[in-house]
């Protein structure tokens, strides 16, 4: 059996933090910036896995008045050169995700299968239903881009994979992003309606100060898959660079990542040890005593229980307070000592 990636195993298991490095194209079609790219990543053990966006065959994306078109094609990478920059970032560690742009790069992930660990389907073609045809029986994880994109349009695309290993990446797209686009609540109630995990893709300005705040906020808000995209140097004028950090940042981000990931919990009512030293009735809760004597035999008034801290541990609850009411004293008790059902009849 085929060894689990890091990349299933975090759609799996949300206590798994994970990071995705996403190149897009700044790398400008240099093949030499994309390598330095990788080697960067894994030299600062900035991520788990790397995206990258794979064009084949630009005229079945564009037609060629779109104002993208010129400046893609000269940033294509042949097969040839997707398959070795693959495999550079396999032997670096990495997974690899890939984004399929057309459909001939879909066909190329399934003969290159053993190299990539999900493919994604960008929102802008997220109920194009060439791709979704093409796509739906691969062998990997799917990961659907779902920024701008209404309820129906995602229902569309899920039904129509009918899988259950799909990601939903939330991400708005016109970026770089202002806060108040981003709706971090969508991300649950997306996750509650589908029953299926939601990465966050964050599109912050490379350069606002509150860049790591918002990452981070992102991934508190319960996604444990979150992307960002990098380049070698911050900040400089490349295409797709507007939200793209260096190595350093991305690995800054995934160490305060694992460290938050700590305080997430699994969202258990169970009280745990630790809180449970606080949950002591008497020395750190407030635990029912008598406000006055209390003779043995006497029935119990409210006027004859009171609420105090005490130095002494005590096995009632608060809530039981009414229950004692009417019941009888087994044994003298004195002002301010503990009641509790041991001297108290039931």
Known sequence: MAKKSRFKEAMEDENCPYIIGETAYIHEGNFSYMNRLIHSLASKKSCDGVKFHIMIDIDSYFTKDHPAYSIIKKSMFSKS????????????????????DDLYSIDFVKENVDLVDAVEIHAVALNNIEMLERVKGIKVPIILGIGGSGIKDIEFAVKFLDRKDILLMHGFQNYPTRYEYINFRRMQKIKEKFGLPVGYADHTAWDDKNNELMTLAGFMAGPNIIEKHVALEAGKKRTDYDAAVSAESLREIRGKMGILNKAKGDGSFEISDYENIYARKGPMKFTIVAAGDIKKGSSIGKKDLAFRRTKKENTIEQREFFSLIGKKAKEPIKKYSLISWRNVEK
Do not use: P, R, T, Y
């Open 81 to 100: 050169q997707w398959i070795m920059i693959l495999e550079k970032a396999k032997s670096s560690g990495f997974d690899n995700i890939v984004l399929a």
